[in-house]
C-alpha cells in the first residue's frame, strides 16, 4: 500500500511539472520516511553520495565536454564533410548523409541532443532543397541522432554499467553493432523516402577528391580513432580515452583549426559543467533508489509474480520493452534508467539474459524514448535548434517510431546482433 502512494506521488509531482531532482528525490525520501523510518539519515546521504563515487562515472563529464568542443568547433563538420564525399552521391543523397553524419558525430560525442544540435543547424536547410519534405526532413534529423546512444562512447551505456557492473568496454562494443543495425535501417528508409519525393542526387566525387577530403579532415578523425581504437585494444580505458578526447578536441580547435579562443572555450566549460551537475545530480538520487529498490527486494517480488503467472524470457523481455516505452514517453532517458534498471536487471539475470544483450536493451529502448512524443527530448532540441513547432516534428517523427520499434524487436529477439563484437573482441 505504501508502495504503491510513494508511485503515485512520483506521477503527481511528474505531471505537476518539477524537476527530475523531486520527482526522483522526494518519492525515495518519503519510502525511507514511512517504510525505513530507523534508517539514520546519515546512511541515506552515504548512498547519495556513493551513487556519484565511481571512477567509472568520470568519463560522463570528458565526454560531455568533449562534445561541446567539437560542436561548437570545425570535428563536427569535417567528419560531416567526409561522410559527404562517401554516400552523399547514392539514392537518397543528403538523406544517407545526416544518418552517416550523426553516426559519425555520435561516435565523438555519446550525446543524442548534441547531435541534434550539431547536424540539424548543418544539414537542414541541404535536405529541403535536395527535394525532401519538410516533415521527412524533421524527423530524419531527430531520429538518428539517436545512434549516438548507441555508437561508443555512449554516455546511456556508461550509466547503464555503472549500475550493473558491466564491463563498459563490452557494453561500447555491443552499442557499435546495434548503432550500425539501426543505422541501416534508416538509411532503407531513406532510400524509399528519396525515390517517393524525387530527390535530385548530388554529382559523385571523383576519388580523388574523396582522398583529398579524407586527408584533410584527417584531424577530426582522429578523434573515434583514438577513442575506438584505444578502448577497443585494451591500450586504455573508456575514461582515459575520454579525458584524452578532451584533451585532443582542445589541441585541434584551439591550435590547428584556430576556431576555438579563451573566451569561447571559457563558456564551453561553464555549459559542460552545468550539463554534468544536472546528471549527477540525478545519479546521486539514482544510487538512494537502488537501494531501496534492494531492501524492498522488489527484483524478488518482480521474479514470484512472473513465476506465479507461468511467464518466460520472451513475456518478462516483453514486459521490459513496455515499461521502458511508457516510461520514455514522460521521463527523461538517464532517469529511465536509473528508476527502471535497478530492479529489472536481477530478473533479466535470473531469465539468463546476456548482460550487454540486456544493455543493449535498454538503450535501445532510451533511444526511442527520446524520439517519443509527448516529451521525447530530441524533439524540444530540434524545436529550439531550428525554430520549428513541436507538433511539425512530431508528425514527422512517428514513421522513424516504426522503424525504431522493428530494429528493437530484432535485438531484444536475436542476441547474437549485440553480442557478436564482443564475443568476437573479448571471446
Not at 348 to 362: E, R
Not at 365 to 389: E, H, R, W, Y
Request: proline share 5%; net charge neutral; aromatic share 10%.
Amino acid at each position: 500500500m505504501l508502495l504503491a502512494l510513494i508511485l503515485l506521488l512520483a506521477v503527481a509531482l511528474l505531471f505537476a511539472g518539477f524537476e527530475m531532482l523531486l520527482v526522483l528525490g522526494v518519492p525515495a525520501l518519503a519510502y525511507k520516511a514511512g517504510f525505513w523510518g530507523s534508517l539514520p539519515d546519515a546512511a541515506v546521504v552515504q548512498k547519495m553520495v556513493g551513487g556519484v563515487d565511481h571512477a567509472t562515472l568520470l568519463a560522463i563529464p570528458f565526454f560531455i565536454f568533449a562534445a561541446n568542443l567539437m560542436g561548437s568547433g570545425q570535428i563536427a563538420r569535417q567528419l560531416l564533410g567526409v561522410v559527404t564525399a562517401l554516400v552523399g552521391h547514392t539514392r537518397g543523397g543528403i538523406g544517407h548523409v545526416v544518418v552517416g553524419g550523426s553516426m559519425a558525430f555520435g561516435s565523438v560525442s555519446g550525446s543524442a541532443p548534441a547531435t541534434v544540435a550539431a547536424m540539424g543547424r548543418m544539414v537542414y536547410p541541404e535536405m529541403r532543397a535536395a527535394g525532401y519534405s519538410e516533415k521527412f526532413s524533421l524527423g530524419l534529423l531527430v531520429a538518428s541522432a539517436e545512434t549516438a546512444l548507441l555508437i561508443p562512447p555512449s554516455i546511456t551505456l556508461i550509466v547503464y554499467g555503472w549500475i550493473t557492473g558491466t564491463s563498459i568496454a563490452k557494453l561500447f562494443a555491443g552499442g557499435l553493432a546495434v548503432g550500425v543495425v539501426l543505422g541501416l535501417a534508416f538509411a532503407v528508409f531513406v532510400r524509399i523516402q528519396a525515390a517517393r519525393d524525387g530527390v535530385t542526387l548530388s554529382p559523385r566525387m571523383p576519388w580523388g577528391v574523396r582522398l583529398r577530403t579524407l586527408w584533410q579532415a584527417k584531424w577530426a578523425l582522429g578523434m573515434p580513432v583514438i577513442i575506438l581504437v584505444g578502448i577497443y585494444s585494451g591500450i586504455i580505458t573508456p575514461t582515459e580515452a575520454a579525458a584524452v578526447s578532451v584533451v585532443y578536441a582542445i589541441l585541434v580547435e584551439m591550435v590547428v583549426f584556430r576556431s576555438l579562443g579563451w573566451k569561447g572555450l571559457v563558456e564551453i566549460t561553464e555549459q559542460s559543467a552545468i550539463n554534468t551537475a544536472i546528471i549527477f545530480v540525478l545519479l546521486a538520487m539514482g544510487g538512494l533508489i537502488s537501494f531501496f529498490v534492494t531492501l524492498a527486494q522488489v527484483p524478488n517480488e518482480i521474479i514470484a509474480l512472473l513465476q506465479s503467472a507461468d511467464a518466460g524470457r520472451i513475456t518478462f523481455l516483453i514486459v521490459v520493452n513496455l515499461c521502458f516505452f511508457i516510461a520514455g514517453m514522460f521521463v527523461d532517458p538517464n532517469s529511465t534508467v536509473l528508476v527502471l534498471v535497478p530492479p529489472l536487471y536481477p530478473v533479466a539475470m535470473s531469465f539468463g539474459v546476456d548482460p550487454v544483450h540486456f544493455g543493449m536493451i535498454v538503450t535501445l529502448n532510451v533511444c526511442l524514448g527520446m524520439i517519443t512524443p509527448p516529451f521525447g527530448l530530441d524533439i524540444f532540441v530540434a524545436s529550439s535548434t531550428l525554430g520549428k513547432p513541436v507538433n511539425e516534428i512530431i508528425r514527422g517523427v512517428w514513421p522513424f517510431v516504426l522503424v525504431n520499434l522493428i530494429v528493437l524487436m530484432l535485438i531484444t529477439y536475436i542476441p547474437q546482433i549485440s553480442l557478436f563484437i564482443p564475443h568476437l573482441i573479448y571471446g
